[in-house]
């Protein structure tokens, strides 16, 4: 629902979104752990792209790159000690791997230019801002357990 109601939402940039519910996949994580985390963060790509009419365009197959990434980044981050690594951290990390896995995926195939390199400071930024708020408002609803229970 999130990602559908982000469509919606105005962007300075194509592919430039704050990743809502990369809240709920940080909460799975955390809750559940990765299989799971996993499962939510692909059915929402799955789910998203049928609900949006998108489903085998190119947007759907950037986002599908971003949440792989994202899911191989997380997976790793798994394993690290929650005391040093916590939920802003690990989104961050993970915001970086969805920007790296979609420029990745729209030079190989959509851009085929190395100009397209030039736009990694502002996704970077994006993946920044964004990742930090989504990491602190998952925190914010674990620390609340407020967030989804056990």
């Known amino acids: 629902m999130l990602s559908v109601a982000e469509a919606a939402l105005p962007s300075p940039l194509p592919g430039v979104k704050p990743g809502l519910a990369n809240i709920v996949v940080l909460i799975v994580l955390w809750r559940h752990g990765w299989r799971d985390a996993a499962w939510v963060a692909l059915l929402r790509v ?9 489903l085998l365009a190119p947007g759907f197959f950037l986002s599908l ?3 792989l ?3 191989l980044v997380l997976a790793l981050a798994a394993r690290l000690p929650r005391r040093v690594f916590g939920p802003v951290s690990v989104s961050l990390l993970a ?26 400071p502002v996704f970077g930024l994006a993946a920044l801002i964004f990742g930090c708020v989504n990491g602190l408002v998952a925190a914010r609803l674990l620390q609340s357990g407020s967030a989804i229970a056990p």
Request: proline share 2%.
């Open 69 to 71: 990434s994202s899911l």
């Open 95 to 120: 915001a970086y791997a969805h920007i790296a896995g979609q420029l990745v995926l729209a030079r190989l195939w959509l851009v085929p230019h190395d100009g397209l390199w030039h736009l990694a």
């Open 65 to 67: 790159a971003g949440s």
């Open 46 to 54: 799955f789910a998203s792209s049928l609900l949006l009419g998108q």
